[in-house]
């Protein structure tokens, strides 16, 4: 028996939301539930050399890594977006499963805390309204690359993202966007909110915030984002 779900199921929850196959869950359904059943008929869960795993409780880039294994659509489509789908629900503190919608009475076995598939654990302190609004309803604009030394600020400090540790920025954004931004090796760490516009950006990328003023003639922020605006999904590994 998966002790935490059974801990969810036996304790306060009011919402469950069943996803079948490819459908798309709205705005509404991922901020306001409990646990989010992902159901498939081709996938019953993520499994390492045929063996199911059953929970998973850090759903880093490991599993990527695992998911890229897979032969077919279902590694390189099906399972990664799975796993990035519960990357950002886990984040928010709701947890996902991912199951086989073919099974016999797979809701009831979900219920009863007996289905075969595989339990991601959300993480124990839960996102404000406003973060999970940010980490799991908006599309990313852009993308930006962060050094080491930001991603250690902001992954494990809980830090803004200033322009020093910015070394590159892809596609355009416009101020109040929500952008990606990742580490060196091409690892989605988080997304946030910009304070600038991708052009002004790359104009004050590896700068110190008392150079902002200098390359733009101004400077409304310090941060590139600010730390009530972004929210991490990887971890602080």
Known sequence: ?????????TGSVHRIVVKVGSGVLTRKNSLNT?????????????HNDAQLIRVVDHPGAWIENLAATIAGPLGTGGMKT????????????IPKIIACGFSPDILLSIFENTFEGTYFVPKTEKLNSRKKWIGLTLEPKGRI?????????????????LPSGIIRVDDYFDVGDPVEFMDQDNRILGMGLVNYNATDVLKIMGCQTSQIKDRLGYRPYDEVIHRDNL???ADPV
Do not use: E, Y
């Not at 028996?1 to 199921?9: A, D, E």
């Not at 080491?148 to 494990?156: L, N, S």
């Open 145 to 161: 690359t962060i050094d080491a030394g930001a991603k250690d600020a902001v992954v494990r400090q809980h830090k803004s993202l």
């Open 82 to 93: 799975k796993i990035t789908a519960a990357r950002k629900l886990t984040t928010a503190g």
């Open 1 to 9: 028996m998966n002790t935490h779900l059974h801990s969810r199921l």
């Open 34 to 46: 409990d646990i989010i059943a992902s159901l498939s008929g081709q996938i019953c869960g993520l």
């Open 231 to 233: 929210v991490i999904t």
